[in-house]
Nanobody, 127 residues
Framework: QVQLVESGGGLVQAGGSLRLSCAAS????????MGWFRQAPGKERDFAAA????????YYADSVKGRFTISRDNAKNTVYLQMNSLKPEDTAVYYC????????????????????WGQGTQVTVSS
């Protein structure tokens, strides 16, 4: 069992930055593949970024590549999403997700690829 709690969301002006955190409970975090998704009002939940259990490999959606950086600290059971050069279209609820089943070093970008989800944190970017 893994419990995930996101934090760090808020209101920011376009061009600004935010860092989201996702704190995980449970002993399996260090072996879990982690992802960030986001869901804008009236839209589907979309993949944003993912990171392998070791942190050696990261993956990004084209829409955030070059602006967002995913990282993790296994000693703190936490995964981060650094978001720079934010745009109004980045406005969404951001969700942290964990995949604890068998993984390889590839991009897992579907909802079904993940076993556990956090409750989400709101990010609002004003123009």
């Amino acid at each position: 069992q893994v419990q995930l709690v996101e934090s760090g969301g808020g209101l920011v002006q376009a061009g600004g930055s935010l860092r989201l955190s996702c704190a995980a409970s449970g002993r399996t975090f260090s072996s879990a593949y982690m992802g960030w998704f986001r869901q804008a009002p009236g839209k589907e939940r979309d993949f944003a970024a993912a990171i392998t259990s070791s942190g050696r490999s990261t993956y990004y959606a084209d829409s955030v590549k070059g602006r967002f950086t995913i990282s993790r600290d296994n000693a703190k059971n936490t995964v981060y999403l650094q978001m720079n050069s934010l745009k109004p279209e980045d406005t969404a609820v951001y969700y942290c997700a964990a995949r604890t089943t068998y993984t390889i070093a590839t991009m897992y970008s579907r909802h079904l690829d993940y076993d556990y989800w956090g409750q989400g944190t709101q990010v609002t970017v004003s123009s």
